[in-house]
Every structure is written in structure tokens, then in C-alpha cells.
Nanobody
Framework: ERLVESGGGFVQPGGSLRLSCSRSSTAYSVKRMGWYRQLIGKARELVASITPAGKINSADSVKGRFSIAMDDAKTSVSLPLSRLAPDDPAVYFC????????????????WGQGPPVTVPS
């Protein structure tokens, strides 16, 4: 299953965007959801993640500028981005770690297609 993302685009430095990601299937359990970003030729890096209990882990470079939220149904995760800087352009990938059924053997990693975020320097 591939997650469906929306909200990427072009924004001026200092501007804002909101990325959203949703899963169409139901799941027995969600371990965490998050966003990663990747520049061409570089490794994918964590931007922020959140657990159903609300524990958030985020990169130092985005603290105070980006936030993350999971919906009550535990099917969607959003990433409001503010004060975007020339260092922020990348392809942003949504990630969800879910267990589909109670007796499944483990969690499955789901990924979105990666909307690009462009900020001119």
C-alpha cells in the first residue's frame, strides 16, 4: 500500500506550506508516523515523527519551524512547515509504521511518493 500525500510546492523563503499524508486502509495498530526528506545524492533524513501517544522526535534544524500531528483515526499525519529556508528544499516522504491485524507478525513500513518542496535561494 502506498500512502497518498499532498501539499508540496514552491514557496518563497520565509513562507509556509502544509504537507498531508493519508492511508486508505485500516490498521490494528500504528507504531508511529513521520516525515523524511531527501536531496538528490544524499541520504534520506528524518524530519519529524510522532507516536499515537504524542511523543515527537524532530531534527534540530526544523525545531520551532515545523510541527507534526496525527489525526484521531490514526490514518493521517500532517507536517505544517513555516519559515521555510533555502536549506529546506527536498523531496518529502511520508512514512507510517502499522500492524494491519492483531495476529500479524510485525509492523509494516508504508511510504508515500514524495512531494517536492522548493524554496528559491
Amino acid at each position: 500500500e502506498r500512502l497518498v500525500e499532498s501539499g508540496g510546492g514552491f514557496v518563497q523563503p520565509g513562507g509556509s506550506l502544509r504537507l498531508s499524508c493519508s492511508r486508505s486502509s485500516t490498521a490494528y495498530s500504528v507504531k508511529r508516523m513521520g516525515w523524511y526528506r531527501q536531496l538528490i545524492g544524499k541520504a534520506r533524513e528524518l524530519v519529524a515523527s510522532i507516536t499515537p501517544a504524542g511523543k515527537i522526535n524532530s531534527a534540530d534544524s526544523v525545531k520551532g519551524r515545523f510541527s507534526i500531528a496525527m489525526d484521531d483515526a490514526k490514518t493521517s499525519v500532517s507536517l505544517p512547515l513555516s519559515r521555510l529556508a533555502p536549506d529546506d528544499p527536498a523531496v518529502y516522504f511520508c512514512h507510517q509504521m502499522v500492524q494491519y491485524y492483531k495476529f500479524s507478525t510485525g509492523y509494516v513500513d508504508l511510504w508515500g511518493q514524495g512531494p517536492p518542496v522548493t524554496v528559491p535561494s
